[in-house]
């Protein structure tokens, strides 16, 4: 089985991979991807990590929104290989009510993604902002900070800051998706795990 998290957006997409065959869950046997849209991100693979370049061609929303889906869609379908579609469960972080700006945007990017899957026969469970947030630091009103230090308990051995934005003083894109798209997929995994 290959559980896939994503953390969808206009601007740092980000997903997390997963195959139960990896053997345990962690991030190490995980695959991330994100979506490049700074230069110094271009071509980043350490080979947990891969970025791609964003789209630059697009001259409509409808285009970019395109665009974004099928980098995800290419991600779930390679991710697949020679399996068939039923050995895959994709989780999307549902959205946020307390959202401004371009909610509309938001909504209409990610109903592109989630009609792709459908005409592709990929079923999705969307994922409530706050039920990953609590799943992964037990307050389901944590913020982009709390996100990330409760990954680096988990992972010590992993400093994205470092590697990912070395001058930021704060957490931010892609550090703050990768890291909502590794607890979506976690998430995922943990619902699907049965327990003793």
């Known amino acids: 089985m290959i559980i896939v998290g994503i953390d969808y957006s206009l ?3 980000a997903l997390c991979l997963f ?5 345990d869950f962690c991030f190490s046997n995980t695959k991330c991807y994100f979506l490049a849209s700074k230069k110094m991100h271009e071509c980043y693979d ?8 964003y ?3 697009w001259t409509t929303d409808e285009a970019r929104f395109s665009s974004i889906a099928y980098w995800a869609e290419q991600i779930i379908y390679r991710s697949l290989g020679s399996r068939l579609v ?14 401004s700006g371009k909610v509309f945007h938001i909504a209409e990017n990610t109903g592109i993604l989630k009609h792709r899957l459908y005409m592709g026969g990929i079923g999705y469970e969307s994922v409530p902002p706050t039920s990953v ?9 944590s913020n982009k900070d709390m ?6 308990e988990e992972t010590p051995e992993t400093d994205l800051m470092s590697d990912l934005s070395p001058k930021a003083k704060a957490v931010n894109s892609p550090v ?3 890291v909502d798209a590794f607890y979506i997929c976690k998430f995922g995994f943990d619902t699907l795990t049965p327990k003793e």
């Open 11 to 13: 601007t740092s997409p």
């Open 46 to 53: 350490d080979g947990v990590i891969s970025a791609e370049n």
């Open 147 to 152: 996100m990330y230090a409760a990954f680096c």
């Open 19 to 23: 195959d139960t065959a990896a053997g």
């Open 133 to 141: 947030k609590k799943f992964a630091t037990g307050k389901g009103n």
């Open 86 to 99: 039923d050995e895959l469960s994709v989780w999307i972080e549902g959205y946020s009510y307390g959202s």
């Open 55 to 57: 789209p630059k061609c």
């Open 176 to 178: 703050s998706d990768i």
